[in-house]
């Protein structure tokens, strides 16, 4: 039976992907070895790292005179830290948009580090913007602003980022979009991804720094935990693997063409969420102005709710997986990253009329 991967990530690679590091496992490249042996001071690392790093220039469009691409490992909670460490400016405060888990816990790690203005955004489920955010824009200069573009476990989304209604420098947790849709990355003073999305498997971080922001020096970081030290990606060893798998998703990616991506992520939500809308037995409870085109959240309409189990078995048994909803929220939750092809979310939109029609 074919399995369809919906886990929010680790998450579903593309088949492609995954036959090249079959067919290299055992002798990456004439090297005669794998690259699980490989070190992270060869030649052939060399070529992985910045060919990763060369790809996503490419992807958005931009240089090393703009901004710096680092790989690190500690995911995305540690840049939580390691950004209000390095950003901080003595006297201005950080600003960061409420949207949900994520960025809930992004503002817990700042106020360890300094003074937090919460702004509490997507309030009313829609885009409007906390009117208490244009008085603060007015009267107040902030550190940076934070935000986190795609809220993964509350199927929420920024739909415009960067249209010119923040202050900047802003700062972005992209840990489930990054490269699902381009953005102008020179707007932002910093960017930071996990890769076991929408890039390929978890141990390593993108983090994108412009190189003004690279000069602060927040409240002088140990030597560890400040940007500069980890320029060019090999402070301490790298996981060589998972930047060889970033490689050949960003090459992948690069076959597709970024907007071809972005045009298939959107169409593969479109069916999902035009399903869900016209169904007597799910709900999506997301105002369409924030709805998530990378992770579907859906709920059993009032008075099914005891079928929950009933479900998530009905789509085992068609060989869907990984759509058990968040444990903080409940219900289900279809992750349709870059690697989910349209077909994976046709069988899963059959697997749940199939559902609906039985029960
Ligand atoms: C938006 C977002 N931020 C942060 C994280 C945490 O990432 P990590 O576990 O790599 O630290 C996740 C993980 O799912 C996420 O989706």
Same mark, same amino acid.
């Given at each position: 039976?074919?399995?369809?991967?919906?886990?929010?990530?680790?998450?579903?690679?593309?088949?492609?992907?995954?036959?090249?590091?079959?067919?290299?496992?055992?002798?990456?490249?004439?090297?005669?070895?794998?690259?699980?042996?490989?070190?992270?001071?060869?030649?052939?690392?060399?070529?992985?790292?910045?060919?990763?790093?060369?790809?996503?220039?490419?992807?958005?469009?931009?240089?090393?005179?703009?901004?710096?691409?680092?790989?690190?490992?500690?995911?995305?909670?540690?840049?939580?830290?390691?950004?209000?460490?390095?950003?901080?400016?003595?006297?201005?405060?950080?600003?960061?948009?409420?949207?949900?888990?994520?960025?809930?816990?992004?503002?817990?790690?700042?106020?360890?580090?300094?003074?937090?203005?919460?702004?509490?955004?997507?309030?009313?489920?829609?885009?409007?913007?906390?009117?208490?955010?244009?008085?603060?824009?007015?009267?107040?200069?902030?550190?940076?602003?934070?935000?986190?573009?795609?809220?993964?476990?509350?199927?929420?989304?920024?739909?415009?980022?960067?249209?010119?209604?923040?202050?900047?420098?802003? #700062? $972005?947790?992209?840990?489930? /979009?990054? !490269?699902? *849709?381009?953005?102008?990355?020179?707007?932002?003073?910093?960017? @930071?991804?996990?890769?076991?999305?929408?890039?390929?498997?978890?141990?390593?971080? #993108? $983090?994108?720094?412009?190189? /003004?922001? !690279?000069? *602060?020096?927040?409240?002088?970081?140990?030597?560890?935990?400040? @940007?500069?030290?980890?320029?060019?990606?090999?402070?301490?060893?790298?996981?060589? #693997?998972?930047?060889?798998?970033?490689?050949?998703?960003?090459?992948?990616?690069?076959?597709?063409?970024?907007?071809?991506?972005?045009?298939?992520?959107?169409?593969?939500?479109?069916?999902?969420?035009?399903?869900?809308?016209?169904?007597?037995?799910?709900?999506?409870?997301?105002?369409?102005?924030?709805?998530?085109?990378?992770?579907?959240?859906?709920?059993?309409?009032?008075?099914?709710?005891?079928?929950?189990?009933?479900?998530?078995?009905?789509?085992?048994?068609?060989?869907?997986?990984?759509?058990?909803?968040?444990?903080?929220?409940?219900?289900?939750?279809?992750?349709?990253?870059?690697?989910?092809?349209?077909?994976?979310?046709?069988?899963?939109?059959?697997?749940?009329?199939?559902?609906?029609?039985?029960?």
């Amino acid at each position: 039976m074919k399995v369809w991967n919906f886990n929010p990530g680790p998450a579903k690679l593309p088949e492609p992907v995954l036959l090249q590091i079959q067919q290299e496992l055992l002798d990456f490249q004439g090297t005669g070895i794998s690259i699980l042996e490989t070190s992270h001071r060869s030649v052939a690392f060399d070529k992985i790292l910045f060919g990763a790093e060369e790809n996503i220039r490419q992807l958005l469009k931009f240089t090393s005179d703009e901004c710096q691409i680092i790989f690190m490992q500690g995911g995305a909670n540690m840049q939580f830290f390691m950004a209000p460490l390095n950003l901080a400016v003595p006297g201005k405060p950080f600003v960061y948009h409420d949207t949900g888990y994520w960025s809930q816990k992004a503002i817990a790690a700042a106020k360890e580090i300094g003074e937090v203005w919460r702004i509490k955004t997507f309030e009313n489920g829609r885009f409007d913007l906390d009117p208490e955010y244009e008085t603060m824009q007015k009267y107040l200069k902030a550190a940076y602003e934070h935000i986190t573009s795609n809220e993964t476990i509350d199927g929420k989304r920024w739909r415009y980022l960067f249209d010119g209604r923040f202050t900047p420098p802003i #700062v $972005v947790d992209m840990s489930s /979009d990054f !490269l699902s *849709r381009y953005f102008r990355v020179q707007q932002c003073g910093l960017v @930071y991804a996990g890769a076991q999305k929408n890039l390929g498997i978890a141990g390593v971080t #993108v $983090v994108i720094i412009r190189n /003004d922001m !690279l000069k *602060r020096n927040g409240l002088h970081p140990d030597k560890f935990h400040c @940007y500069r030290t980890h320029l060019g990606s090999r402070y301490n060893t790298p996981p060589v #693997v998972a930047i060889y798998v970033l490689k050949l998703m960003t090459d992948w990616i690069l076959a597709q063409g970024l907007d071809n991506i972005q045009d298939a992520n959107y169409q593969k939500a479109k069916r999902l969420y035009d399903y869900i809308d016209g169904s007597g037995l799910y709900e999506n409870n997301v105002h369409e102005d924030v709805r998530s085109v990378m992770n579907v959240v859906f709920l059993l309409k009032e008075g099914y709710e005891e079928l929950v189990n009933d479900l998530l078995e009905h789509f085992e048994d068609h060989g869907l997986i990984g759509l058990k909803g968040h444990r903080s929220v409940g219900g289900f939750r279809a992750s349709l990253y870059n690697a989910m092809p349209i077909d994976g979310v046709r069988a899963l939109v059959e697997a749940m009329k199939e559902f609906e029609r039985t029960h």
